[in-house]
């Protein structure tokens, strides 16, 4: 064996050698820490013996004194609630005395009761006795009396109640006086203040509108081609109208008569149309004629819905706007109901706002309250029923109806906005030239109402003034005192509203003036 060999097998001799010792060493390391470890184990395990002992400890001292803490808190709620208990015991009792008082009380009153109830029995049967023998002695009386006066007890009773019927009267006219005079002093001053604010804020620059009925030509020789050969240019004009042309005398001017104020319009514009083409035949006629009803039916819905859009109502019917344009052409005592119908909507509107009360409401009722006069031409009645008819059959409201329906006073009003539309019509009419009438109308007007006025028993004068708007009375003083002077007053108020029809109102005024004269000799 060579060395080398014996080299290697040394070398692995030392190399297991060395493993041995190496493993041996390791393990009695690993030895070493468990048993380290155990100790810790160990010692740590008693460390939490004695903690969970001392935790424990504590806790049971900490329990012994939250049940110390619990019975001293029960000991003073029992000691409060047996005080309480004894209060209210004390209070029951009180009050056990003093009902046994109220009781006893009581009982002396149904007592004394008693007594007194035998008493007034006792002294209703005295007054009975006496008040048999009073009528007894009234009876001889009025007996007597009878004999002496030669009158009987019942013409007597007549005679009485004339007499306390003419007191009653007398005492009425008084007090009503009364009434009205406090009733004017709160309210007038109220009332001039809303009105006059209306009216200052709305200022209307329309007076009058007549309705045209009159078409001007450039030369007589016009009225031969509107008459046409043998008359057939007027008659188709007049049958595609429904209008009456009047030819007269008057030099470069024909009158349309009819009485549908919307026909009327047409008529004039599609004449004037004719005049200024010259192609005057019948064919041109026609066809004009319904190209100027096509543009008068767009013009009427527009103004329709100008107004309504004007005054910011809304859910009206379409053809309920439509009739309202129709009041464009459409007048009254030379006033276009169209504007008047947007004035009392706006007078009532403002007034509306000044009361607080419904301002919608007012402006409906004051642009539709005389929707009757657009069609009061073609339906038989007045326009105030014609008017309530439509809105009814267009579905408005039983308030807007009645604004209609009460704007003259025909019936009562149902709520504060047709007072207001009322107030707002008058307003409108009574403006200082918004409205005319003939010379003859006028002059009948003011012997109609001084005829009124001299009508009354103890009047001695009449005057109507301020162009028929006032009726000033000067009565006899001997024959009438101030109570029967506001009583006639009012008396021919109401018989000028029955009997007259005018524009606006009316005021009446009576004038009573007591002389007194003596001579000193």
Do not use: W
């Amino acid at each position: 064996m060579s060395n080398t060999v014996i080299y290697i097998l040394i070398a692995v001799a030392v190399l297991i050698a060395s493993s041995i010792v190496f493993v041996s060493i390791y393990r009695i390391n690993l030895k070493s820490e468990r048993d380290a470890t155990k100790r810790e184990h160990e010692r740590l395990l008693e460390d939490a013996r004695r903690e969970v002992e001392s935790i424990k400890k504590e806790a049971d001292i900490a329990a012994k004194d939250l049940a110390y803490q619990a019975k001293i808190e029960a000991e003073k709620e029992i000691r409060e609630r047996t005080r309480e208990l004894n209060q209210l015991d004390k209070r029951l009792r009180v009050k056990e005395e003093q009902q046994e008082k109220k009781i006893d009380q009581i009982d002396k009153r149904d007592h004394e009761l008693n007594r007194k109830e035998r008493e007034f029995n006792t002294r209703e049967r005295s007054l009975v006795e006496k008040e048999n023998h009073y009528a007894q002695l009234i009876r001889e009386e009025t007996q007597v009396l009878e004999r002496l006066s030669a009158t009987t007890s019942e013409e007597a009773k007549k005679e009485l109640l004339r007499r306390v019927e003419e007191e009653a009267k007398f005492d009425a006219a008084k007090l009503a006086k009364k009434i009205e005079d406090e009733a004017r002093e709160s309210a007038e001053k109220k009332s001039k203040e809303i009105i006059s604010f209306a009216v200052q804020r709305y200022a209307s620059d329309y007076v009058v509108d007549a309705t045209v009925s009159a078409v001007s030509l450039p030369n007589d020789e016009m009225k031969g081609r509107i008459i046409g050969r043998e008359g057939r240019n007027i008659r188709t004009f007049e049958a595609a109208t429904g209008v009456d042309i009047i030819i007269d005398d008057t030099p470069e001017l024909v009158t349309l008569s009819a009485h549908d104020p919307v026909r009327r319009e047409i008529a004039r514009i599609a004449l004037e149309r004719l005049v200024n083409d010259g192609r005057i035949h019948p064919a041109r006629i026609e066809e004009l004629v319904e190209k100027v009803k096509k543009e008068i039916d767009i013009t009427i819905r527009e103004e329709g819905e100008k107004a309504v859009f004007d005054l910011g109502i809304s859910g009206i019917h379409p053809e309920l706007i439509k009739t309202i344009g129709r009041l464009k052409y459409r007048s009254s005592y030379g006033q276009n109901i169209l504007q008047h119908s947007k004035e009392v909507a706006y007078l009532a509107g403002m007034m509306a706002g000044e009361l607080g009360v419904d301002i919608k409401l007012a402006k409906r009722g004051g642009l539709l309250h005389d929707i009757g006069k657009a069609v009061d031409h073609e339906i038989e009645g007045s326009h105030q029923e014609i008017g309530a008819a439509l809105a009814k059959k267009y579905a408005e409201t039983d308030k807007v109806i009645n604004t209609i329906q009460a704007h003259h006073g025909e019936i009562d009003f149902t709520c504060v906005e047709s007072a207001l539309v009322a107030a707002g019509d008058a307003l409108s009419a009574a403006r200082p030239g918004v409205r005319r009438e003939s010379i003859e109308n006028y002059l009948k007007r003011l012997e109609k109402l001084e005829e009124l006025a001299m009508s009354f028993n103890g009047v001695e004068k009449c005057y109507a003034i301020q162009a028929g708007r006032e009726i000033r009375i000067i009565v006899k003083p001997d024959d009438m005192d101030d109570t029967m002077c506001a009583v006639v007053s009012k008396e021919l108020a109401r018989k000028i509203e029955a009997e007259m029809t005018y524009p606006g109102q009316i005021k009446v005024t009576v004038i009573r003036e007591a002389r007194y004269v003596d001579y000193a000799k």
